[in-house]
């Protein structure tokens, strides 16, 4: 029995098989549509979400299985005190499958060790959210046909943006890469993540705090949201969280062929003026989460595998 807590879990070929798959289900969702009947999802979401979860109940729907869900924290047994190794033997009474959200880094995994059925971590804190990677990494498939040889721009809250540290890790594992790290002083990427998944790889990277120094060099643009929750004072927040803006006018500045990515939700990062221009990729990153969460359930359940 297999769970998923960081995409680094993942092989090379297990990271394209689950793409391979994601292609042909949006090609034969038919094919696809029965694979889970008789088997249940149990969401488990103790933090705010409506994309993650909703893409994997819908997954689940669309394999032809069930759904169970818990969506607030405050209504769950959580509130009383019960351990999330509780819950999640609890659970796996009920469930075959877990995606579990908690504000807590390293929760999913104390899950996983507790749970009698797969997990995945559908975001730990401000650690890692390995099915948005791999959302990220079908949209990067789509559209630049390959995961090699690109520059990418991260730009916004590096710090706690937990999206940000499973791309890099999943990206950094490919040949040619260069990142160029795009963000207030306050918000830099951890050293954790810097030294293990870009200095000790030797992959060449930029820090910079100016979007419009870097955009005109990137293949790709992956903007995050400055992680609010995750402040300790409100004025920090307020003062950080306008710091940037990708605007039509900045867009000038970019390649014709930029692929512009934000996990959402975006509050101000993208002027909605962005979304007409054919670079915006944002919202098809949403769909491609559903078809790669379908895979990844699929593989996790032993339907699929090398
Ligand atoms: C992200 C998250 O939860 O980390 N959202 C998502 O799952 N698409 C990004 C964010 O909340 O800013």
Redesign the pocket.
């Known amino acids: 029995m297999r769970s998923l807590i960081d995409v680094t879990e993942l092989s090379t070929s297990e990271l394209e098989l689950l793409v391979k798959t994601a292609l042909d289900i949006i090609d034969n969702p038919e094919k696809y549509a029965e694979m889970c009947h008789g088997k249940k999802l149990a969401t488990l979401f103790f933090?705010p979400?409506t994309?993650?979860r909703l893409s994997f109940e819908a997954a689940m729907y669309e394999l032809g299985g069930n759904v169970l869900s818990v969506t607030d924290a405050a209504a769950s047994s959580a509130s009383k005190g019960e351990s999330v190794a509780d819950t999640a033997k609890v659970v796996s009474c009920y469930a075959d499958i877990i995606a579990m959200?908690h504000p807590k880094e390293g929760a999913a995994f104390v899950a996983a060790k507790n749970a009698d059925v797969p997990v995945i971590n559908?975001?730990d804190g401000g650690h890692c959210?390995p099915t948005?990677t791999l959302a990220d990494l079908l949209t990067i498939y789509r559209n630049k046909g390959r995961f090699d040889s690109l520059t990418v721009g991260l730009c916004g809250d590096l710090k706690f943006?937990?999206?940000v540290h499973s791309l890099i890790n999943a990206l950094s594992r490919y040949a040619n890469m260069k990142f160029v790290l795009i963000s207030p002083e306050e918000l830099k990427l951890p050293r954790y993540v810097k030294t293990q998944s870009i200095k000790q790889k030797g992959i060449p990277y930029e820090q910079t705090t100016s979007l419009e120094e870097a955009l005109p060099n990137l293949d790709v643009l992956y903007m995050?949201?400055v992680?609010r929750e995750r402040f300790f004072n409100e004025e920090d927040y307020l003062r950080l969280k306008d710091s940037y803006i990708l605007t039509p006018d900045k867009m000038k500045l970019a390649k014709p062929d930029l692929c512009v990515m934000h996990?959402?939700?975006r509050v101000n990062e993208i002027s909605v003026a962005v979304d007409k221009d054919p670079r915006a990729k944002y919202f098809e990153q949403v769909s491609n989460?559903k078809y790669m969460r379908m895979a990844l359930i699929l593989m996790l359940l032993g339907v699929i595998g090398e």
Do not use: K
Request: charged content about 25%; aromatic content about 0%.
């Open positions: 933090e979400s994309r993650t959200r559908a975001g959210h948005q943006g937990r999206t995050t949201r992680q996990p959402l939700p989460g």
